[in-house]
């Protein structure tokens, strides 16, 4: 067993203004998929981007849009987002405070520049 | 893509005083894992078991225990908790207030009589 509290990981910078902090890893043990949590500031979005795995999201806090192809969706805290493989996406946020989510994928992953 | 709001997922009574919703299952076209979103109230004790997949948890609100064996380990808001395959465990809520969660875990799992 592992038990933490998120913020004592220490974040690395995925992107200027996004913060990421890998909280479940292969490294613990994990055998099937990881747990991340990211902190993305005001006015701030990631890249637009697609992979071959999928994203399973749980909004903590802010507000923001997901925005697939040229559909634009709003989330805010307590929203659920999945994204399927290569589904194109990024996630802006639209709001005063961080917008802070927990996001997981399969371990399996080819490497790529940015993670979310 | 799916986007909803967890709470606006029909509930069921997993045991009396747990609630789970199911948000992203197999249905969505998730291939890897699931997740669910937990609501224990004050008081109450998930049943100690233990099964062949690991746990991925992150406490949204509320206060109580994890217990693995005779180990007690308290959690709360912001905590991250992960159990290995096989590992016994239970989660309790201590506080007076629900004890929120979400639970994560492979789709491929043997059916039982509680998820958690």
Not at 60 to 77: C, F, H, R
Not at 90 to 115: D, Q
């Amino acid at each position: 067993m592992k038990v933490i509290k998120y913020l004592d990981v220490k974040p690395t910078k995925e992107l200027p203004g996004v913060l990421k902090r890998e909280v479940i890893t292969a490294k613990d043990g994990a055998p099937n998929f990881c747990m991340r949590v990211f902190q993305i500031d005001p006015g701030v979005s990631t890249h637009s981007h697609s992979h071959e795995w999928e994203h399973e999201v749980f909004i903590l806090s802010g507000s923001g849009e997901v925005v697939t192809g040229k559909k634009k969706t709003p989330i805010g805290k307590d929203s659920v987002v999945f994204l399927a493989p290569n589904e194109h996406h990024c996630f802006i946020n639209k709001g005063k405070t961080p917008l802070r989510f927990i996001c997981l994928i399969p371990n399996a992953t080819k490497s790529t520049a940015c993670s979310i």
